[in-house]
């Protein structure tokens, strides 16, 4: 992985190593950037890199590397917040456990937060106030797809990393030449940033049912609204918790990309289906319906129930196609 990120995020890569060779590690790290570029791995990274015991960047080998990446390290916690909101409890939990005595002979304690902006507002004054009073032997791994999201307090209190994402062009030749099927090389290519992620999209399960039911309200929403939001409706996102929110967010992001590409009225994208729709939809209407797609991403850190604020989202563009 720190092959990866040398080549892939050269300033990431460069900050951190000379933070650890320099042993002038921050308290509290935020790794911000788009989606797909490789964050969270770089995360797991630097995990291992504070507690092995090799100088510098880990060596990703040793017992300590293999169970941080397995999350099977006892002082390590990390929670997902895109496949569960982020509470106040959450946090609390963290600073319950941190203030044990570290149970791995390394003393050190680590916790990452896996966007960190689909957290509640109680969950966020807690985060702050923890980060206010930082332990020597606790550090933070905050990541975040949406900064502005994020408490400017929370914040100014950690270490800003930055990722890059790559030229989506670069993905889509690579994409190609992996003979994924077109649709899909465009849309993992959108979405992933690099090689291995692209690959690994495209075979996902979550991914595949977000596709198919983003093109199913691409292909007829158009023709029948009320039809189209009624199979949404019974038929997606049935999953158990959490596994919706990840088939979510990859629905909404699909449509994203659609009515940007509608908006311009063209796209690099060579799928038959996907540019005959985009040739039925108004720039005005694409607006329209873009304007909701990011708005319902807004909302949907603080949404409980996926199936409701899909059920919104669609409502919403059903009135916006009825011309109400």
Same mark, same amino acid.
């Given at each position: 992985?720190?092959?990866?990120?040398?080549? $892939?995020?050269?300033?990431?890569?460069?900050?951190?190593?000379?933070?650890?060779?320099?042993? &002038?590690? !921050?308290?509290?790290?935020? %790794?911000?950037?788009? $989606?797909?570029?490789?964050?969270?791995?770089?995360? =797991?990274?630097?995990?291992?890199?504070?507690?092995? +015991?090799? +100088?510098?960047?880990?060596?990703?080998?040793?017992?300590?590397?293999?169970?941080?990446?397995?999350?099977? %390290?006892?002082?390590?916690?990390?929670?997902?917040?895109?496949?569960?909101?982020?509470?106040?409890?959450? =946090?609390?939990?963290?600073? +319950?456990?941190?203030?044990?005595?570290?149970?791995?002979? &390394?003393?050190?304690?680590?916790?990452?937060?896996?966007?960190?902006?689909?957290? &509640?507002?109680?969950?966020? *004054?807690?985060?702050?106030?923890?980060?206010?009073?930082?332990?020597?032997?606790?550090?933070?791994?905050?990541?975040?797809?949406?900064?502005?999201?994020?408490?400017?307090?929370?914040?100014?209190?950690?270490? $800003?990393?930055?990722?890059?994402?790559?030229?989506?062009?670069?993905?889509?030749? %690579?994409?190609?030449?992996?003979?994924?099927?077109?649709?899909?090389?465009?849309?993992?290519?959108?979405? !992933?940033?690099?090689?291995? +992620?692209?690959?690994?999209?495209?075979?996902?399960? *979550?991914?595949?049912?977000?596709?198919?039911?983003?093109?199913?309200?691409?292909?007829? %929403?158009?023709?029948?609204?009320?039809?189209?939001?009624? &199979?949404?409706?019974?038929?997606?996102?049935?999953?158990?918790?959490?596994?919706?929110?990840?088939?979510?967010?990859?629905? *909404?992001? =699909?449509?994203?990309?659609?009515?940007?590409?509608?908006?311009?009225?063209?796209?690099?994208?060579?799928?038959?289906?996907?540019?005959?729709?985009?040739?039925?939809?108004?720039?005005?209407?694409?607006?329209?319906?873009? *304007?909701?797609?990011?708005?319902?991403?807004?909302?949907?850190?603080?949404?409980?129930?996926?199936?409701?604020?899909?059920?919104?989202?669609?409502?919403?563009?059903?009135?916006? !196609?009825?011309?109400?």
């Amino acid at each position: 992985m720190k092959e990866k990120l040398r080549k $892939k995020q050269p300033v990431a890569y460069r900050i951190l190593e000379n933070a650890l060779l320099g042993k &002038t590690s !921050a308290h509290a790290y935020l %790794f911000f950037g788009d $989606k797909g570029c490789g964050k969270f791995k770089s995360a =797991i990274l630097l995990a291992q890199s504070l507690l092995c +015991e090799k +100088e510098g960047f880990a060596c990703e080998k040793c017992d300590v590397c293999r169970r941080v990446a397995e999350n099977n %390290f006892s002082d390590l916690i990390i929670i997902d917040g895109s496949i569960k909101t982020i509470k106040k409890e959450d =946090i609390m939990h963290i600073q +319950e456990e941190f203030n044990k005595t570290a149970l791995e002979a &390394t003393g050190k304690k680590i916790y990452i937060l896996n966007l960190v902006e689909n957290a &509640t507002a109680d969950a966020m *004054n807690s985060l702050l106030k923890f980060l206010e009073e930082p332990a020597s032997d606790v550090t933070a791994i905050l990541i975040s797809e949406q900064l502005d999201k994020v408490l400017p307090t929370i914040v100014s209190r950690c270490q $800003k990393i930055p990722f890059r994402k790559p030229p989506v062009k670069e993905g889509l030749e %690579f994409a190609r030449n992996e003979d994924i099927d077109e649709l899909d090389a465009y849309l993992c290519s959108h979405i !992933a940033a690099d090689a291995d +992620e692209i690959l690994a999209l495209s075979e996902d399960e *979550n991914y595949r049912n977000a596709r198919d039911w983003a093109m199913e309200v691409i292909e007829h %929403f158009y023709d029948d609204p009320y039809m189209t939001l009624l &199979t949404i409706q019974t038929q997606a996102f049935n999953e158990k918790k959490g596994n919706d929110r990840i088939q979510f967010t990859y629905f *909404n992001e =699909i449509l994203t990309i659609f009515f940007r590409n509608g908006i311009m009225q063209k796209s690099e994208c060579k799928d038959d289906i996907w540019n005959r729709m985009i040739g039925k939809y108004s720039k005005e209407q694409c607006v329209e319906y873009l *304007n909701i797609c990011v708005s319902t991403k807004n909302r949907f850190s603080k949404s409980v129930s996926v199936k409701l604020l899909v059920d919104s989202m669609l409502i919403r563009m059903k009135e916006v !196609a009825d011309g109400e």
